[in-house]
């Protein structure tokens, strides 16, 4: 099994300037056992690495994935609940990417996958960034921008420059199915392949398996959860060649 390892990555910038030598963005990677095919940087919105998002990054690296994961916070005070996007997430994902390099994936073979916000944060990387492919899960944003430096989705999703993959929870309120269908037409406005998947319900999310209740041999939604990880998996195994 892929242990989990951290690191740091060397900032090229700070505020859009040239950074400090000296500073770094905190990293959690996973790492496969033999040659890599290529890497996943993997975004994420908590200060916490939860144990089913470090089974996820296990299960990338037993694919032959590097996953690779940014802290976004590290240059946050500990309270803030500010979200990471703009400048800040371009140059920890810049950061990100050029350590991957230096370890000898190639640039093109560089995907992106993010979790609610940073699902959206994964989407906008996707439209700034020559990567090979992008997965956002339940990116939130869709219609109204989430900050400043984050511009709705449906304004954003015509700019896609790699493949992106959408997938949503019809029951989730923070992303109604009316906005993931307008979501769904701004896609096919990209010049690249996109597709956006809506399941019933709320389980969805490869980071979060759905609880099994008592008296119960399995949790509702399972299929789920295995339908949409194997969509991550595929996607990138499909557009990262």
């Known amino acids: 099994m892929s242990g989990i390892f951290r690191d740091t990555a060397v900032l090229q910038t700070v ?9 770094r963005v905190p990293l959690t990677v996973a790492e496969p056992d033999g040659p890599a095919r290529g ?19 296990r299960s990338l690296a037993e694919e032959g994935w590097v996953a690779a994961a940014p802290h976004l916070f ?10 990471v996007f ?21 640039s093109d073979c560089v995907g992106v996958l993010g979790f609610d916000d940073a699902g959206t944060a994964a989407l906008l990387v996707a439209t700034n960034r020559p990567i090979g492919a992008a997965v956002s899960v339940s990116a939130r944003g869709i219609v109204e921008p989430l900050s400043d430096d984050a511009p709705a989705l449906i304004d954003a999703a015509p700019l896609l420059q ?15 199915p009316e906005h993931v269908e307008q979501l769904r037409d701004a896609t096919g406005k990209a010049s690249v392949a996109a597709l956006v998947v809506s399941y019933a319900g ?6 979060e398996p759905p609880q099994v209740p008592d008296g119960q041999d399995d949790a509702p939604g399972v299929e789920n959860i295995v339908d949409a990880q194997r969509r991550i998996f595929d996607w990138f195994d499909s557009n990262l060649r």
């Open 162 to 176: 790699a493949p992106w993959l959408g997938l949503y929870g019809e029951d989730d309120p923070s992303t109604p």
């Open 74 to 83: 590290h240059g946050r005070p500990a309270h803030s609940a500010t979200e």
């Open 15 to 23: 505020g859009g300037a040239p950074a400090d030598p000296q500073a």
């Open 86 to 106: 703009g400048e800040s997430l371009f140059a920890d994902f810049d950061a990100t990417v050029h350590w991957l390099t230096s370890r000898g994936v190639l």
């Open 39 to 57: 890497a996943i940087v993997v975004l994420h919105e908590s200060r916490v690495f939860s144990e089913p998002l470090l089974d996820l990054m």
């Open 202 to 207: 709320l389980a969805h999310r490869a980071d």
